[in-house]
């Protein structure tokens, strides 16, 4: 039975076959629970895209028992982390979203990615002394590349956040680096470039009281989210 259902399963994937749970348990069954891995990560992620939030965190539970490295169960985590934060248990996910940054390598995408999923998450909670931490962990990491698109979304998120909390006087030099890292926002990637608009309406708004400067901000906000 076993080789049953891994034959199944390498039919399946050659074939063209999508579902990730489909492919996960029979591979699981099959005796590899290496390709199994794999795929109920891609379970998890489909679940997510489809707002199944439930069963992404189910499938990420089932991911972690397949023995994964520690870059991969961090990156499973920060799957987990978002979909508890959709579900709204905001304790729940800093907790995932920390356990993710712990176990990703420190200055990649996918460890700006988790930490602002915790910044965010915090920010819910009401823990602002934690966003703040981890902003300011986040701005001292230097990094190039695809990384540096990630770093700037993720300080911008956390400065919305301390912005908003009303801890004006802890975001000057994050708004410096995050300007910094951005240079010319027309470079950017369209997300990145759309939160550092979208940091500066804010900061115009509550800090500056400048009701013009806050609605050129977001209009140029509002373009590049929608590059």
């Known amino acids: 039975r076993k080789m049953s259902h891994k034959m199944a399963a390498a039919f399946l994937a050659k074939a063209g076959e999508t579902d990730g749970m489909v492919l996960a348990e ?48 961090g990156g499973i985590e920060h799957l987990m982390a978002e979909a508890t934060f959709y579900r709204g248990d905001a304790p729940a996910a800093e907790a995932l979203a920390t356990k993710a940054a712990e ?33 300011v962990r986040a701005a001292a990491v230097h990094v190039d590349g695809d990384a540096r698109a990630a770093q700037i979304v993720c300080l911008a998120r956390g400065v919305s956040q301390l912005l908003w909390a009303q801890r004006a006087g802890d975001c000057a030099p994050l708004i410096a680096r995050m300007l910094e890292l951005a240079g010319e926002t027309g470079k950017l990637p369209p997300l990145s470039a759309g939160w550092v608009h979208r940091v500066l309406a804010d900061k115009a708004f509550l800090v500056d009281g400048r009701m013009d400067a806050m609605a050129a901000e977001l209009g140029r906000a509002s373009d590049a989210f929608e590059r």
Request: charged share 20%; hydrophobic share 45%.
């Open 26 to 73: 029979h591979f699981e069954r099959g005796g590899d629970p290496a390709a199994a891995l794999v795929w109920y990560v891609r379970a998890a992620e489909q679940a997510l895209e489809g707002n199944d939030l439930a069963r992404a965190v189910e499938r990420c539970e089932r991911a972690l028992l397949c023995g994964p490295d520690d870059e991969t169960r």
């Open 103 to 135: 176990h990703l390598p420190a200055g990649t995408a996918a460890w700006f990615q988790a930490v602002a999923t915790g910044l965010r998450a915090a920010g819910q909670a009401g823990h602002n002394d934690l966003v703040l931490a981890w902003s």
